[in-house]
């Protein structure tokens, strides 16, 4: 087990995005999705983090299928990786699978050693 003392150095572990989609006929949607199931883990004590995790965008040709995402989001239960990175990669993904005209992830974690963390990130055309 690393410490914190050696964060800096501590490469996360990546999720390979395998998601589906199909044609978007239905015009100018926005898409809301909630997983309350989120979990990683600390990639420094590899103990669990569990949060909230919500995603919203607006489609443009293609939308997500939502078994192949729930699929995905499961595959990082046993990963050691950032709060920060797993919402950034889990924007980027989205935006490369489907090409939405905007994308925003938020991941509200769970208390650990007394601090809540909420984490962002957003990507629009």
Not at 114 to 120: A, F, L, N, S
């Amino acid at each position: 087990m690393s410490t914190y003392a050696d964060a800096e150095d501590i490469e996360c572990e990546r999720v390979e995005p395998d998601l589906q989609s199909f044609s978007n006929e239905f015009g100018d949607v926005k898409v809301n999705l909630e997983f309350p199931e989120f979990t990683h883990v600390c990639p420094v004590t590899g103990r669990p983090d569990h949060g909230v995790l919500n995603i919203t965008y607006e489609p443009d040709q293609r939308i997500i299928e939502e078994k192949s995402l729930r699929d995905y989001l499961f595959e990082y239960r046993d990963k050691g990786i950032w709060h920060e990175a797993a919402a950034s990669d889990i924007c980027n993904h989205i935006a490369e699978a489907v090409a939405p005209h905007s994308v925003h992830v938020e991941i509200e974690f769970k208390a650990r050693g007394g601090i809540y963390t909420t984490v962002e990130s957003s990507e629009e055309k």
